[in-house]
């Protein structure tokens, strides 16, 4: 059992669950993530960013400003510092709670999903870093990588460096690098005007296909059988996750064999919290 900073007392165990296959669909979709606009899809969804911190700013201002007036060691700074970390604690499950039922659904509605992988501790750096942290990107696919798994999709990462910004998504030409001001241009081969979320979308479902059509040939060529997706991502039984097939380290059991190391669909940590606690 664990207690956080505003005083939430949270117990963790592991729990076993069969894998919730779903029927198999159609359709397939490329994600592009952004700051202004979470998430474009390319059949055209586009599903606008909430900017939870953003909008909790003004209050944990005050409350911040609040805790830095109280004297150091007193109990009135330990109150004051339990609230900022409450409010803390309000946005991040908040966020949690959108990741959650957005990824679900695209989960639902796609046989595959491909994003980018994005050099999210690198942009962290920048001038964006509050607008990149309130995003969640990171947890976002995280949770895209594991609901595949548990429910018998496709998920599937491109290369941080596939131009999809700079490449029309109907003749293929690139037509260079652009800034991030820029959000519509007009290709100078075919004369088709993009927008630059739907088309960086569109190139990433592309880039997606490939990348699992040549994995499949190169898998089908030295006669090696490819490894289902379900495999491809997913938890040991001692609750330690493995993603896209690299199982994370863990300590090796006593007289454990090649059979107990294999990451089991489905299961993993459930968390509880303990008391149930009323946030005024």
């Known amino acids: 059992m664990t207690k956080d900073a505003c005083g939430r007392y949270f117990l963790s165990f592991v729990v076993e669950t069969e894998p919730d296959i779903l029927p198999e669909l159609d359709t397939e979709v490329g994600i592009d993530l952004g700051l ?5 899809l390319s059949d055209g969804t586009r599903i606008s960013s909430p900017k ?38 309000r946005v991040a499950d908040r966020r949690r709670g959108w990741h959650h039922k957005a990824s679900t659904q695209i989960i639902r509605d796609n046989q595959a ?10 942009l962290a750096r920048t001038r964006l870093a509050k607008s990149v942290h309130d995003a969640g990107w990171s947890a976002f696919v995280g949770m895209l990588a594991y609901k595949a798994v548990k429910h018998g999709r496709y998920f599937g990462k491109i290369g941080r460096f596939e131009p999809t910004s700079q490449v029309c998504s109907v003749c293929g030409i690139k037509d260079g690098p652009k800034p991030l001001h820029v959000r519509e241009w007009t290709c100078k081969e075919c004369g088709t005007v993009h927008d630059r979320d739907d088309n960086a979308a569109q190139n990433t479902l592309a880039a997606g296909r490939a990348d699992r059509l040549n994995a499949s040939q190169s898998a089908g060529k030295t006669r090696a059988k490819v490894p289902a997706q379900r495999v491809e991502a997913g938890t040991y039984r001692d609750g330690h996750t493995t993603v896209a097939g690299i199982p994370a380290s863990r300590p090796a059991a006593p007289g454990a064999g090649s059979e107990s190391r294999r990451p089991v669909a489905g299961s993993g940590h459930a968390h509880g919290v303990l008391p149930p606690m009323s946030w005024s």
């Open 52 to 89: 939870f911190l953003r909008r909790a700013e003004k209050k944990l201002k005050r409350l911040q400003r609040d805790l830095s007036r109280k004297a150091k060691g007193s109990k009135n700074r330990t109150k004051a510092r339990i609230k900022v970390a409450r409010q803390h604690a």
């Open 113 to 122: 999903v491909y994003v980018e992988d994005l050099a999210v501790s690198g």
């Open 36 to 40: 202004s606009t979470f998430a474009v």
